[in-house]
């Protein structure tokens, strides 16, 4: 079983970044395909990035591409998400999840932008 903590997550103004962190528990990171979700308020989950084990191949929702950056550090256990020219629309909770067969979620990391 993997455990999934995020953190990172705060309140940006429009324009502005963060980078948000997932440190996983387990000898087997390196094999999880590892994403990053989020849910606004009212909104359903949606997937934002991805990034696949071992190619380290990634994927983008359509909106955040040129925008956000997903990367792995196997020998941290750590995922990241780089999230650069927020908007408002970004404001979500965002998790992390490890698919390996089953899949993981983490608890959360709450992002908000906002003037």
């Known amino acids: 079983q993997v455990q999934l903590v995020e953190s990172g997550g705060g309140l940006v103004q429009p324009g502005g970044s963060l980078t948000l962190s997932c440190v996983a528990s387990?000898?087997?990171?390196?094999?999880?395909?590892m994403r990053w979700y989020r849910q606004a308020p009212g909104k359903e989950r949606e997937l934002v990035a991805l990034?696949?084990?071992?190619?380290?191949?990634?994927n983008y929702l359509d909106s955040v591409k040129g925008r956000f950056t997903i990367s792995r550090d196997n020998a941290k256990n750590t995922v990241y998400l780089q999230m650069n020219s927020l908007k408002p629309e970004d404001t979500a909770v965002y998790y992390c999840?490890?698919?390996?067969?089953?899949?993981?979620w983490g608890k959360g990391t709450l992002v908000t932008v906002s003037s």
């Open positions: 999840g490890a698919v390996l067969g089953m899949s993981y």
């Open positions: 387990g000898p087997t990171f390196s094999r999880y395909s």
């Open positions: 990034i696949t084990s071992p190619h380290g191949n990634t």
